[in-house]
């Protein structure tokens, strides 16, 4: 499966860098052990960050990071499997998990409810 990493990036953080920069660590925390049960994780921060860069992002929050940010991760919502919702309040990961539900995806809140991938 291809598994959307969902939690807190930006959230509860007043935009301190080393805060954002903490969340995005426990986001790909949960990836490693995604990826050894057979399974490719995604964060959609890595997809997105770089875009907001090239499009020339000065802080985070603005234009090209309002066109960037939510609507990379909703597009990769179409090609996911389903969804690991990590801890933690998050209005955008919540979007996210209602997102999937609409399409159907399988939700996990733990990496213990993933199951392993059939060889």
Known sequence: ?????AG??????NDDPELIRQNLQQL????LPIF???HIPV???WL????IQLAGSTQIGDQAWQEIQYPVAHGILEKC???LRIEGASKGADEDVRIARKRGLHIY????DIPYAKS
């Open 1 to 5: 499966m291809l598994i959307l990493i």
């Open 109 to 112: 809140y733990t990496i213990d």
């Open 81 to 83: 499997d389903a969804v």
């Open 48 to 51: 997105a960050l770089p875009l």
């Open 36 to 38: 050894r049960k057979g």
């Open 43 to 45: 964060i959609g921060e």
């Open 8 to 13: 807190p990036y930006r959230s509860g953080t």
């Open 28 to 31: 790909e925390a949960a990836a």
